[in-house]
């Protein structure tokens, strides 16, 4: 169970990494003003979720990758309570969303613990 835990993390991740360059209007929408070169952080964070999910998948970096996810979720922590402010300022129907996201760092983190 704990290795299909693995993959499912890695490909999370993977996956997320992706899409801040397919989608990266999504993630420019939700970064905090106080954060300079909003496109080139929404990029470089998308190459370190990639970095990061395929360092999952060995066993020499998954050490690091977990280590680094939980700083990574750290990191970003910020850029999800300023989204959860700005869609309850606006009203948005899904805000829910956005007070689900912040609990959910913490699974996200401590899933990734069990890694380090």
Do not use: C
């Not at 360059?21 to 990029?43: E, G, S, W």
């Not at 998954?62 to 309570?81: D, E, K, T």
């Not at 009203?91 to 899933?111: C, D, E, G, T």
Request: avoid cysteine.
């Amino acid at each position: 169970m704990q290795e299909t835990g693995l993959y499912i993390m890695s490909a999370i991740y993977i996956l997320a990494g992706i899409m801040h360059f397919v989608t990266p209007k999504t993630y420019l929408k939700i970064m905090p003003p106080y954060i300079p070169a909003h496109k080139t952080m929404v990029l470089l964070s998308g190459i370190i979720e990639i970095i990061l999910g395929v360092g999952l998948l060995f066993d020499q970096s998954r050490f690091y990758a977990a280590f680094g996810i939980i700083l990574l979720l750290i990191f970003v922590f910020p850029a999800n309570i300023y989204m959860a402010k700005r869609m309850k300022e606006k009203q948005s129907k899904n805000r829910w969303i956005a007070y689900l996201r912040l609990p959910l760092q913490f699974v996200l983190m401590y899933w990734a613990y069990l890694y380090v």
